[in-house]
């Protein structure tokens, strides 16, 4: 497709002629990476969705802030979500190492500062991957936290509750209406689901709770939540720039 509100593909955070000298040039002190997963949303979001998200997120940090984009991580942990045809998970252990990996390698490169930007939130283990960099001559963090969704969603006039907005709601299609909308398709305005009970989601799965795969109200979503939504978290990165980065080096 083509038209004024399609994007550059997922992976297109950086051009396809990048050089290493146009890194080094860049100077950046921060690199960002984009981790998403490969997993249902439902019948009317592709199976990339987080990874779109996640990527979205990058490449609009990298608008704003002098950041290094890295391609995205698109497989991740999704073992909530195997009863859906199409899910793809590797193991939390695979995906610490991944992370690590791509850590050394950057710190040898000589960039210390790192941001994994997280669009799925079964990705628990990343939590421990930044709290064992202290002492490792990388500083890490996780973004977007819990308060940077929180101030996005209510600059975005989010409707649905955090815990309920769990999966193909309101904040995910909103996202995807807004950055590429070619991947929604139909449905999403009549495929509500709430399920606010999940108290053994990860002993049962996802699917004991929902058989549609959505946990949510996207019928509430629209491409300006999405386009707000995306602002929000922009503004909030900034905390975590000046956290990172002295402010000479900014």
């Given at each position: ?16 002629d990048t050089t290493t000298d146009d890194v080094r040039a860049g ?224």
């Amino acid at each position: 497709m083509s038209g004024p509100h399609v994007r550059p593909p997922v992976l297109g955070l950086l051009p396809l002629d990048t050089t290493t000298d146009d890194v080094r040039a860049g100077q950046a002190a921060v690199a960002v990476l984009p981790i998403g997963s490969f997993e249902q949303h439902g019948p009317f979001l592709p199976l990339m969705t987080d990874t779109v998200i996640a990527c979205a997120i990058a490449r609009e940090v990298a608008s704003a802030h002098p950041v290094h984009c890295l391609p995205p991580l698109t497989i991740s942990c999704s073992h909530e979500h195997a009863a859906w045809p199409g899910t793809v998970s590797i193991s939390a252990a695979t995906l610490h190492s991944v992370v690590q990996d791509i850590a050394e390698s950057l710190r040898r490169s000589g960039i210390t500062n790192l941001v994994l930007i997280n669009g799925h939130g079964g990705n628990y283990v990343l939590r421990n991957v930044v709290q064992e960099s202290a002492g490792t001559g990388t500083r890490m963090a996780l973004f977007p936290g819990p308060a940077d969704w929180n101030a996005a969603r209510e600059r975005a006039g989010v409707r649905t509750p955090s815990a309920s907005d769990m999966h193909a709601g309101e904040v995910e299609t909103s996202i995807l209406l807004h950055d590429h909308p070619e991947l929604v398709r139909p449905g999403y305005e009549t495929s509500d689901f709430l399920a606010d009970d999940r108290e053994h989601m990860l002993t049962l799965g996802l699917r004991a709770y929902t058989e549609s795969g959505v946990v949510g109200r996207p019928s509430l979503a629209s491409a300006e939540k999405g386009k707000e939504l995306l602002a929000g978290l922009v503004e909030c990165f900034a905390a975590y720039i000046s956290l990172l980065t002295p402010a000479e080096t900014r």
